[in-house]
């Protein structure tokens, strides 16, 4: 029986985004019940980290950005629209990792 990591409850989840040139990379960070924290990454991997805080860190380390606390002005940095910047939509994880990393075109 293949586990399945959708079944766990979570308290929140929150995507997070970050732009290397000319791509547009995703991760999710879901809180568990528990605390623990999980990062669903664009390489299909889900990271466990003791707290949220500790998730958050390591996401901020690593360039990414939340979604929520973007405006007008940090899509606009990204060359878009704030209402463009759609996190990855989908039933589960395989459905979601084909949307975790974008082609941008060049910023001008």
Do not use: K
């Amino acid at each position: 029986m293949e586990e399945n990591h959708e079944s766990f409850d979570f308290e929140h989840e929150q995507w997070w985004l970050a732009a290397p040139e000319h791509l547009m990379v995703w991760a999710r960070l879901r809180v568990l019940a528990s605390g623990v924290a999980q990062v669903f990454d664009s390489q299909g991997d889900t990271l466990t980290y003791e707290s949220e805080e500790i998730a958050r860190g390591a996401l901020m380390d690593a360039d990414f950005r939340a979604l929520d606390g973007m405006d007008d002005d940090d899509a606009a940095e990204l060359g878009m629209l704030l209402e463009e910047l759609q996190p990855p939509q989908g039933e589960d994880d395989e459905e979601l990792l084909p949307q975790m990393v974008r082609v941008l075109g060049p910023r001008h």
